[in-house]
Each structure stands twice: as structure tokens, then as C-alpha cells.
């Protein structure tokens, strides 16, 4: 579907959001790689067979929030170690300030931290990646 298509859809005809709301819900889709677009139409970008929506299904405002790959790592790591996320950003404070001299971003630091608690982080590396591109 066309970009204005899907922005009535979701604002005017379900009355989901705002239009600014769906503008912005298209966006991130596509950033996040659910989306594509090609001349100016918009499609899934995975395979929507298996996806049953429920009726009456009305999304929540969680979907205009943006994955953030360094605190999904950290919430991964404290559940691991049993430890709480706050000690967790305070073992990265302490190796970014004290052993790197602040030169060390968060996206790094948690892949260190991670490693160093043995902790899986390989299926993160390209969304910190991306991160650190995005954000710098």
C-alpha cells in the first residue's frame, strides 16, 4: 500500500492515532527493517501468512517506542547473572570511565560486560552496530 493508503487506514478509518502517530509508525517499521518501500509502496518485509489478528485488536502506544539494543543487553546480562540492571550499568560505568577513560561507547561496553559474564550477545551485534551508526 501507498504511504497516504496505510496513514488513513490507521488514523481515519480504525482510529488507532494521529496521523502524525501513523506517519511516525511507518517510519520506524521501516528503520527497523519491517517494512519496505519501493517507488512509493510500502510491504512487509517478513512472511505474513502465520499472523492472525485478533478482533477488536487495537495497538497499545509500545509500538512508537524505539528497541534499544544496549538496555535489551543489559536486561539480558542482569537476568543471567541475577544481578539488577543498575549493577549492571554501573560495572559499564566503571569500564567505560575507569579502564577506557570514557572513551568506550555503551554499545561496546555491554558486549564486553556480556562477554565477560558469559553471557549469548552475538545476536546483538548488528543492532548495536547500527546503533552506534545511527546515534553518532
Known amino acids: 500500500m501507498r504511504k497516504n493508503e496505510l496513514v488513513y487506514y490507521f488514523a481515519l478509518d480504525r482510529k488507532w492515532m494521529s496521523t ?8 520506524n517499521a521501516e528503520e527497523e527493517g519491517l517494512l519496505v518501500q519501493e517507488n512509493g509502496v510500502f510491504s512487509p518485509n517478513f512472511d505474513i501468512s502465520g499472523i492472525t489478528i485478533p478482533v477488536g485488536f487495537k495497538p497499545t502506544s509500545v509500538i512508537f517506542e524505539k528497541k534499544d539494543p544496549v538496555q535489551d543487553l543489559i536486561r539480558r546480562i542482569a537476568q543471567a547473572t541475577k544481578k539488577e540492571e543498575t549493577e549492571i550499568v554501573a560495572e559499564m560505568n566503571q569500564l567505560i570511565k575507569g579502564g577506557f577513560d570514557g572513551n568506550l561507547l555503551p554499545e561496546a561496553a555491554s558486549a ?12 546483538k ?12
Open 112 to 123: 564486553i560486560i556480556a562477554k565477560r559474564h558469559n553471557v549469548p550477545f552475538e545476536d
Open 125 to 136: 551485534l548488528e543492532d548495536l552496530k547500527a546503533s552506534v551508526k545511527k546515534n553518532r
Open 20 to 27: 502524525e502517530q501513523a506517519n511516525l509508525l511507518l517510519k
